[in-house]
């Protein structure tokens, strides 16, 4: 796919209307793979915010949304996935200039994403109450799900349109109205996204746009008393911010936060496989993802033998231009990033971790002055090491032996984060105890980094709260109301509690 040459200037989305910040100034935002800015995003502040909230609460309140009926907004949900689909060539091809992601994986990746309006877009006209057997003389009770309201959606900059559709196609189906904030890192597929909104024919304020930096527009929106919902996915200290921002106010919060995935390789596997696997979970994506599977619990007696096919099959891999089809370790999407992952390396190296591949920026010419990172394994480490519990969020795999199955569950389990796990054996009763036993939100056996619109996904521990995808991901946007009506003649003592 060809880029974008020369800067590209991108307008921010409120109430409707495509316009530059108040303030009229803007940021850039760079291809990690050429280190050159290519598209310049409005710089918003909390003037745009309040536009924006204010946009979303009257499409909520009043209007053509307010009235619609949800099988209506589950035709529209549809008509977006369409849209999705006819252009998920640009906007692959978008995320991929802004992120330096594989196109390979987010061509991929752009056309699954349909299926999550489809899903929801399905589920719209399905929000049921129940009438409750009430246990009181004449009185017919039941209940209502209602929209949360406005939902403030705050993305990281790994995959900026899965991460805003987990939570955009629930929200909408639920009713609810919704102001975007993408990362300041990857602004404009978001942004490319809202033109179909638009073109889907959502009413004005349904769907907002604002850009910016975290400290100014997320903390606006996370603060701001018209929004009734955050959504948010991104590293744990922001979260753990968040959290107390949305607690002056009670707002009902989703976070989906980072990992230290463990994957538990048994000896009675089969290595190639579980080679391949690991491989998948560390250094596709640079090993930027949440559910990178970061440390490697293999059985001693397969150690050796594992991590000379594993360290074989990942000096394959082909560094270069995340363009090419043929590419498969891409550049580090943001400088910040860049800088963190080499300091945990040295960090590793300080604590007595061996460095048996990597451990250093990519020089090889095919990089050019992109921010790579070798792919990286390190051997003898002890969980308690600082490498074994941060999250690097990069192409860094700690590898750590143990003995017994009941070792290894614990090892797995000593972390902050429970986001996932992968487990490798072909003993079914192996399989059933570690999905017990393995304190995470997504158990993988024998495969890995496998998500779908219908299976939910969430963390344990620091990796979150609350789940996106799958059924019960429409009750994070709804809220329970119970109506009592009594029909009885009498009215009862007045003084005590029906
Ligand atoms: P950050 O937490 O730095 O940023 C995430 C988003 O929050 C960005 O849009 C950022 O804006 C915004 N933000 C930052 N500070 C504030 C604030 N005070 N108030 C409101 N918003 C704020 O994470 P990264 O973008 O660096 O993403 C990496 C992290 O995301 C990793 O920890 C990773 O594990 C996690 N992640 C989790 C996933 C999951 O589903 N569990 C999936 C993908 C990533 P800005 O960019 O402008 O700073």
Redesign the pocket.
Known sequence: MARVQGIKDYQCFIGGRWRGAESGETFESVDPFLAKPWARIPKCDQRDVDAAVAAARKALEKGDWANMHPSQRGKLLHKLGDLILRDADHLAATEVQDNGKLYAEMRGQVGYIPQWYYYFGGLADKIEGAVVPIDKADMFTYTRHEPVGVVAA??????PLL?LT?KLAAALAAGCTIVA??????SASTLEFARLVEEAGFPAGVFNVVT????E???A??THKGVDKIA????????R??AR?AAQTFKRLT?????KSAQLVFPDTDIDNAVKGVVSGIFAATG?????GSRLLVHESIHNEFLDKFTALAKTARMGDPMDMATQVGPVT?QP?YQRILSCIEMARNEGAECVMGGKAADRPECGDGWFIEPTVFSNVSNSMRIAQE?V?GPVLSVIRFREDEEAYDIANDTAYG?AAGVWTDNPRRMFTAAKRLRAGSIWTNTYRAVSYMAP???FKN??IGR?SGQEAILEYLETKCVWMSYGKDVPNPFVMR
């Open positions: 705050i993305t990281a900059w790994n995959s991460l987990w904030k993408p990362s300041e890192f990857t910016g930096f975290g400290a527009v997320g903390e929106l996370t948010f996915t991104g590293g744990e200290n922001s979260g911010h968040i921002n976070l989906e936060l980072g990992g930027q993802t949440c559910i990178a943001t990033q999250e969020f986001l996904f969430g963390g990796s979150g996106e």
